[in-house]
Nanobody, 122 residues
Framework: QLQASGGGLVQAGGSLRLSCTASGPTFSSSHMGWFRQAAGKERELVAAISSGGRLSFSDSVKGRFTISRDNARNTVYLQMNSLKPEDTAVYYC??????????????????WGQGTQVTVSS
């Protein structure tokens, strides 16, 4: 089970940090991802981190967002800086144990948390 938190309302240029805590013993062996879905748009994988710490970012957030994980706390973080109104969306965390290359290419994750709303005002 994945529990996301940290969303909220922030002004453009501001920062937010999302957290996603997993229950169960498989977190350290799972690849983790953060997706977002804006109203009327398709779901987008914005950042992913492998079980070994490899990173992947979408072009839309590269240089502004950072993903990290704390295996001792079963938690993955998404640090979002220089936020823009177009970052407004519901953000979801996800987990999968398939091979890393398959995960980042297919963007298919097996387990999902509930969403947390991020709203960036202009």
């Amino acid at each position: 089970q994945l529990q996301a938190s940290g969303g909220g309302l922030v002004q453009a240029g501001g920062s937010l940090r999302l957290s996603c805590t997993a229950s169960g013993p498989t977190f350290s062996s799972s690849h983790m991802g953060w997706f977002r879905q804006a109203a009327g748009k398709e779901r987008e994988l914005v950042a992913a981190i492998s079980s070994g710490g490899r990173l992947s970012f979408s072009d839309s957030v590269k240089g502004r967002f950072t993903i990290s994980r704390d295996n001792a706390r079963n938690t993955v973080y998404l640090q979002m800086n220089s936020l823009k109104p177009e970052d407004t969306a519901v953000y979801y965390c996800a987990a999968d144990q398939s091979p890393w290359l398959k995960v980042v290419q297919t963007k298919m994750f097996a387990s999902w948390g509930q969403g947390t709303q991020v709203t960036v005002s202009s």
